[in-house]
Structure formats: structure tokens, C-alpha cells
């Protein structure tokens, strides 16, 4: 187990080598865990940055001992487009973070009931902060607010990701079969790495891949829900013969998305 | 969406073509789903048939119009032994139901601090049995009496199965590079398909492959508990490369092995 608490810090916060500790941050560090000053946790800024830092004498303030490498983000940045369910989003959130996403957009389908309130995604947010300390990601994934399904359709698009659209009871192919098939596809010609890398920053060393997952609601996706996103390129798919929850249906997705990626980079260091 | 509410019945209620309700059976469809005599309903024995039965006049009984074929169920026969977490076992039941396992035996580890009544472990059918219904499955999974980890690998091991056991921060290979290689075996050679139908009673038309996946409670399974799991034959696998919660592991194992299984099931079909 890695030892020091991890805390996520605002960019305004870094200052030098100093970090700028929130009263809420102090408070934890000093009165819920205890700290001395000396004592070390891990600062991360939420976008893949992580620095060990030391508890100052004075108990606002840390400082910087080092930068530190970690590589628990995945290779592919991952979208998860979810019709939101009427209950159990929080986890939801929580584990999808667990799994590697980059980005949640709660989606207002035709079938959702539940209207959050602005309060509702800041809790999201903190959720999704909570998770990533625990899981020891780099990047906290983002919560945006929630779009109807059309709108969200004009950002997430075949222009800048793969896309797949979760569907049960119409006989698409499973999920894992389009997966490998464009795994294998990238690996073979790297079409997609130069398509995509116009819209989208590269990383270094790595092929860039970009994958938006929608899951329906209870009920599903109506008929014209689907076919608008098959209208925008989404791939409709099965992820098996049992009929999921719409809470377990994101986690299904994002398990193979996260596995067939990381699998292949396991492999790749491997051989 | 499937009209008819699913119930399970014990061998006991099933008398020729007639259906004896329990009390609490009739309460449910009568007063709960509030069908009439002639509405109809789906009788699932809990190990594959399934029957469509209509309400008779005596709302004891049910009339047996037809049996039902469906086929919800994994190819393969897939068994989650996971070490109790402190919380979250309930949903677990649930979403690993989904997910297609045959059985739940829970296991005592030497980081597990539950310990639950019988009271709890009947929940936890009572849970599988409901998720088995929702996800239209036609068998509902059995969830053992705890055992301990060294009685466990007594019974799950590898001369009845597949055996994987899942620990973080080992670099072990991933789980999905282990079951594809298992997948790929099966389809060139069926050497554990001899091998298995040894000790299990065949499935028609299916080459019989079982799996048992272990996961580990709260900071993982011990060094010695691993290595007694790896002198059983237990494959130690990874997840990826971020810290999954003990509530989170299994589904992600489950939703790759019924993936595998299921994706190749589908390929065959369509090839």
C-alpha cells in the first residue's frame, strides 16, 4: 500500500515549491490524520501531475520534496456518456472513476427521470475526487453538467472518438468483439491515431485513442435515440445476453474498454 | 421488454402442469402486481427451464401453458469467491447475478473482518434470486456458507477449473490476456474440455469450461494466503493498473470472463 495520503490541489495553490493548503485540507491533514509537520503526503493537480510534499512548521503550508512518476491512467482517454438512472449514479461515478475514465456526461434521455441539482454535481465531482485519490489516479475526471442527448451529440462524435452506443435485446455485436477488432486495427496501420491526433493534443510515446461509451437509462435508449447516434457514427453494442441495470451496464463498458488497453500495454511491455 | 414478472419455485411447488403458489407468491402477484385469474406469469426453476403460467381462478395455483426457452446463461460455469469486504456485499450479490455467476462462495481471509449470520447469507440468496429474475436469467446462482481461504481451495481448484486469484501492485499478466489465451486454447485444442468432462456432467453442444475467480478483501490478500492459492494451481492475475476497491474487483473480473465467453459465442453464431 502506498503510504501517504493523497490530495488533490487547485492550480492557484502551487506556489514555487510551496503548496497553499485550503483550511478544509489542513483541518484533514491535521486534525482528522494526525500529521506532524515533516510528515509527507502526495499533492496531485488532477491532471497527471503528482509531487511529494513535507508539513510545514507552519501547518497552511507544504512543501515540495519531489515530483513523482506514476502510469495508473489509461492509454485512451475515455468518455462515459450515461443517461442518467433515477438511483445509484454516486456509485456509478465512484467506480467508472475506478476504471479509468476521463470524463462523465450525465445525458437527459428520453426515459431519465432525475433532474440533479447543480448541488448533485458538485457531489458527483467530490465523489469523482475521492475515488481518484483512492484508486491512486493521476487525473481526476471531470463531471460536466448534464446535456440532452442531441446536444451532447454534437461534441461527442465520431469526429474526435470512437464511438459506441450500449443497447440490449437487438442482436449488435458484443462490445469486446469492436474492441479487439480496433485494438487490432490500430496496432496493424494506426489509421486512427492520424485521424485523431489532428483534433487532439498528442501524448508522448503513446498513439493517441479516444473512446465515447453511451448507456441507456432503465428502459433503454428509445428508437430514435438510437438512431440519431448511429446518424453520428456510434456503433451499436451488446455487452452480453443478461439484461444489466442501467448502473451496471456503464461499469461492464468501461471494464473491457480499460482492459483491452491496458492488456495490450501489459503485453506489450511484456514482449 | 419482457411483460412477465419471473418467480422462482422450489421443485416441490411443481405438480403436473399445476403451479402451488407460496403465501407469499400469491400475495405478490395478487396484491402487489395485482394480476387477475388468466394473466400470466414466468415460473423459473432456478437451474434453466423456465415455464409461462397463467393465474387460475384459485390464486394458490398457476396453470402451466408452455415451457420457455431462453438462453441468458454463460456458456461457462463461473464461480466468485471473494473475500468478504467490511461493506457492499449486497450490491455485489446483485451486479455479479447480472453478470452471469453460477456461484458465491464467501470467504474468510485473513484481512476480512465480517463475519455474517446466517440471517445475512439468506439475504444474499434472496438478493440473487431477485437479480436473477430482473436480468432474465434461468438460473439463479447458489451463495455458500463462509469459508476459510485454505478450506475453500479444498473444493475450487484446478481439477474442477479454471483457476484465476486477483492481486494489485504485483505485475502479475492481465486477466484478459489470460482468459483470451484460455480462449484461444479451447477453440484450437479442447484439451480442458476433455480434461473437465471428466468431473462435470457435459452441456450439450458446448465444450464445458468452468472458472473460479478469487478476489481479496480490503489491502489484498496476504503473501501467504497467494501463495497457498498459487500451490493449488491459482493464477495470479492483475486488473490494471489502478487500485480497484474489494467491491469493485469482481465485477470487473465477471464482466471480462462473461465477455470472453459470451463474445466468442456470439462470433460463432454469426460466422
Known amino acids: 500500500m502506498n503510504p501517504f495520503q493523497r490530495l488533490v490541489v487547485a492550480p492557484g495553490q502551487m506556489?514555487?515549491?510551496?503548496v497553499d493548503l485550503t483550511p478544509a485540507q489542513q483541518h484533514y491533514l491535521s486534525r482528522v490524520?494526525?500529521?506532524?509537520?515533516g510528515d509527507r503526503f502526495i499533492a496531485m493537480d488532477g491532471h497527471g501531475?503528482?509531487?511529494?510534499?513535507?508539513?510545514?512548521?507552519?501547518?497552511?503550508?507544504?512543501q515540495v520534496l519531489t515530483?513523482?512518476?506514476?502510469a495508473t491512467e489509461l492509454p485512451i482517454t475515455v468518455t462515459l456518456l450515461i443517461a442518467m438512472p433515477k438511483t445509484g449514479l454516486d456509485d456509478v461515478v465512484r467506480q467508472a472513476t475506478e476504471l479509468g475514465v476521463s470524463q462523465i456526461v450525465p445525458i437527459h434521455s428520453a426515459r431519465t427521470v432525475l433532474n440533479p441539482s447543480p448541488q448533485k454535481i458538485d457531489r458527483w465531482q467530490r465523489i469523482a475526487q475521492e475515488a481518484a485519490e483512492q484508486s491512486e489516479r493521476q487525473v481526476v475526471p471531470v463531471i460536466t453538467a448534464p446535456l440532452v442527448w442531441s446536444d451532447a451529440l454534437q461534441t461527442w462524435n465520431t469526429?474526435?472518438?470512437?464511438?459506441?452506443i450500449c443497447q440490449a435485446r437487438d442482436h449488435h455485436p458484443h462490445l469486446l468483439t469492436c474492441l479487439e477488432e480496433a485494438r487490432n486495427q490500430r496496432l496493424g496501420g494506426g489509421g486512427w491515431k492520424d485521424e485523431l491526433s489532428a483534433t487532439q493534443a498528442p501524448q508522448p510515446s503513446r498513439p493517441i485513442l479516444a473512446i465515447?461509451?453511451?448507456?441507456?437509462?432503465?428502459?433503454?435508449w428509445t428508437e430514435s435515440e438510437l438512431a440519431v447516434a448511429i446518424d453520428a457514427g456510434y456503433q451499436p453494442v451488446s455487452l452480453g445476453d443478461r439484461i444489466l441495470r442501467a448502473v451496471t451496464a456503464p461499469l461492464v463498458g468501461l471494464s473491457l474498454i480499460a482492459s483491452v488497453f491496458e492488456a495490450e500495454r501489459g503485453n506489450g511491455e511484456q514482449g
Open 67 to 70: 515530483t513523482i512518476a506514476v
Open 49 to 62: 501531475q503528482w509531487w511529494l510534499v513535507a508539513l510545514t512548521e507552519n501547518a497552511a503550508q507544504g
Open 159 to 164: 469526429r474526435q472518438s470512437i464511438c459506441y
Open 212 to 220: 465515447s461509451l453511451a448507456t441507456g437509462p432503465e428502459g433503454g
Open 15 to 18: 506556489a514555487g515549491n510551496q
Open 33 to 37: 490524520l494526525r500529521l506532524r509537520p
